[in-house]
């Protein structure tokens, strides 16, 4: 018997579930090893990491795995590494990720120091990427030349979401108070303990890697601990004599030890060693077609859910704690084409008094009119007769939101004869490979 389990596991480990041809060992570490593979009917090259879920346990780091699927499963970037989907067995956990070709930016800069072009053109790719996690309610909170891939195009990647934060871990006090990150890029309000805001130490840890790719060597160092940690906190950093004056003037901004008056993402377009060779950076949700919730048209009529999607959609399977939970939102599976139940959704809505903040085939955004709530509704079309309606509460408090949706819009849509709800869990397609 042990011979055939370890026959069955050489097989799943060189042809992953008949969909994916494994080759080379890119990487090990203490839980994981990441493989070169290749998707066998597209041909398309990825990257395979395997978690084993036996050496996770009893670790306390099962939370860093759940809220990296949970993260990357939502981001759809350029300069983010992409996950393609998640596979598992009873024993481990595969992740499909995007391969990148170039390695870590860390490799590259411990050669020698960036010119400030270089190193503005990197930056640029870098707070494209954040400021497009933080739209989307994400802080990466781990920002370092490590985590920081090269493609085959020499274009920046950002990577490992395993102790990034959503705002669903907010605290009432409008703080993250989890302790976590590199040392020498860590804010100095972490430091302090009291409290800090995900976005605010994102920026700081910006700043430290743009010093660190125009400079070579870190701003904040000692061999003692403490005595780094006292530099980070009192921002005791000098820069050296070849950097010009616009970005030393921009480097204070970023390494403010005070993060009310710390620069912001949206500030920094403004500035002039910033705005050198600058072609627009998206920041916002809004201003991103494609994938994601756009004021314009979208690439697609409909976002087509695949495997992953639906297994992250569905609460039966044992992979479902791992997956986005709704932010006081819900679900719905209802009979109907994604455009109409748009239309729909949107007829309801005025007829209850409430504003059409913007539209389109995939989605629509809905205001009180005095202001005081948001709700979006995304569309994604789950057969040719049925559609996942996610609705989530954006801006409001729960009161506002049951209001607003349960007693308003959610009875009047499933009221109507042009839809009828659906179970998503009794489907037989949901399933979990090998499990």
């Given amino acids: ?158 990577s490992d979401f395993g102790l990034s934060a959503v705002r669903d871990q907010i605290r009432p006090d409008g703080l993250l108070h989890t302790l976590c990150g590199t040392p020498a890029y860590v804010a100095p309000e972490i430091l302090a303990k009291k409290g800090y805001d995900g976005a605010k130490v994102d920026v700081w840890s910006c700043g430290v890697v743009l010093f660190v790719l125009a400079a070579g060597y870190l701003p904040f160092n000692d061999p003692q601990l403490m005595v780094m940690y006292k530099k980070i906190y009192k921002g005791d950093f000098r820069c050296p004599r070849w950097m010009s004056q616009e970005l030393r003037r921009f480097l204070s901004k970023l390494l403010d030890t005070n993060p009310d008056t710390r620069i912001t993402l949206d500030a920094m377009v403004r500035d002039p060693w910033f705005r050198k060779g600058y072609k627009e950076v998206k920041f916002h949700e809004e201003d991103y077609g494609g994938e994601l919730w756009s004021k314009g048209d979208r690439s697609e009529k409909a976002v087509n859910l695949n495997a992953f999607d639906i297994i992250s959609f569905s609460s039966g399977l044992d992979l479902s704690g791992m997956f986005h939970q709704m932010n006081g939102g819900e679900r719905l599976v209802l ?101």
């Fill in 335 to 435: 009979e109907g084409l994604p455009e109409k139940v748009v239309e729909l959704m949107e007829e309801v809505a005025v007829a209850e008094g409430l504003a059409v903040r913007w539209k389109n085939e995939c989605g629509v955004e809905l205001e009180g009119l005095n202001g005081n709530f948001r709700i979006g509704v995304e569309v994604y079309r789950l057969t040719e007769e049925l559609v996942v309606v996610e609705v989530n509460r954006r801006g409001c408090d729960a009161v506002a939101f049951k209001e607003a949706w349960e007693n308003k819009i959610k009875a009047k849509l499933l009221c109507s004869p042009s839809v009828s709800t659906t179970s998503l869990t009794e489907s037989p397609e949901l399933k979990v490979a090998g499990d």
């Fill in 1 to 158: 018997m042990p011979e055939i389990e370890h026959a069955a596991a050489a097989e799943e480990e060189t042809a992953l579930f008949g969909k994916y041809e494994l080759g080379r060992l890119l990487g090990c570490g203490a839980f994981a090893k990441v493989y070169y593979a290749r998707n066998v009917k597209t041909g398309q090259s990825v990257a395979v990491k395997i978690i084993n879920k036996k050496r996770l346990a009893g670790t306390g780091l099962a939370g860093n795995v759940k809220r990296e699927i949970t993260i990357m499963s939502k981001l759809h970037h350029p300069h983010i590494v992409r996950l393609h989907e998640v596979l598992a067995t009873k024993t481990k956990i595969f992740f499909v990720i995007e391969l990148v070709r170039g390695g870590e930016l860390f490799a590259k800069i411990s050669k020698g120091r960036f010119s400030e072009e270089l190193s503005r053109r990197y930056f640029h790719q870098l707070i494209s990427a954040i400021g497009y996690c933080h739209s989307r309610g994400v802080f990466h909170r781990d920002l370092k030349p490590e985590n920081l891939l090269l493609d085959e195009n020499g274009n920046l990647k950002v």
